[in-house]
Structures are given as structure tokens and as C-alpha cells.
């Protein structure tokens, strides 16, 4: 009886929690670069297991709970906890999406560090338009997109992307513009 039940409930209920615990492990160990993304993912996961384990756990402590009161109590905890595993999901993927920069980053010269500047045009006392770049005329910008380079460099040399040399020499490279 135990060994039927058993098999029952793997069939039905194992590919959940493995994927479960492969979320789990996924959220663990990439904590220190998503450290959100991680913890949502985790909790989802959490949720997910439980969900899985509600009924045969009730089942195993009240075997004729379907004929209690519980008979409604542990679906409508089956769908919250399902529902907000669900949330969670979706919040771990979407957490991370990244808005597009208002300067695009190319792959000219072989990094993606290199950037293309943005071209406009402003009047010239004489009424006509002259080309400049955002560059030229956004220290501020400028400067904060040196920010945003450095800390992708930073990203691509801590994901072992770029040797320690390499990291170096494009950093000089990027601070010898300012």
C-alpha cells in the first residue's frame, strides 16, 4: 500500500520537485550575483514544494480530512501558496531587465566597451545647424556614461571575461578620456 502510494505520488509530483530543487540550487548558487533575483526564486521554488506537499501531508496526518472541515481549508491553501509561486516567478525574471541606455554600446574595435556617440545638432548664432556630439556638449552625461563603462568592465573582469591585464589596460584607456 505505502510502496503504491509512494510511486502515486513520484509520478505525479516528482517532476515539481525536481525542478524545484534545481531552482533552488540555481537561487544558491548564484546569490552573490542576483542576490534579488536569488531570493525571489527561492521563495518561489519554496512555494512551489509546498504547494506539491500540501495534500499528501494532510492526507498522511488526517487521512479523512476530505469529510472535515479541511475539505476547504487545503485547497484555498493550495492555490494561494500556487498563485504566489507563480508571482514570484514571474517577479525573479522580470526583476533583472535591464531599460535601454540612452547611448548604445557597440562592438567597434572589438570591445563592447567602445561606444558610439549620439549625434545632434544645435543652432549656430548665424541660424544654421551645427553637428556636435552628445559628448561635446553633456560633460555631465559624458561622465556618467564613463561610470556605466567601468562598472561593465568591472562586470566582465569579475565574471573572468577579461584577464587581469586586459581589465587594466582597457580601464587606463577608458579614464584617459576624461
Known sequence: MWIDWLKNFLQYSGPYLI?????????????QRHPNVSLLLLLACLLNIACVLVYPVVNLIVPDWWEQELRTIVPLLNLVAGVAATGLFIAASLSQCSVKPERTLT????SELDEEPKQSFRPTETGKKEHV??????????????KTRLRRLEDLHNDDLLTDAEYQAK???ILGEV
Do not use: C, K, M, Q
Open 19 to 31: 525542478v524545484s530543487g534545481v531552482g533552488i540550487l540555481l537561487a544558491v548558487t548564484r546569490w
Open 107 to 110: 562592438l567597434g574595435g572589438g
Open 133 to 146: 556630439t552628445s559628448t561635446d556638449s553633456f560633460p555631465i552625461t559624458n561622465t556618467l556614461h564613463l
Open 171 to 173: 580601464r587606463e584607456e
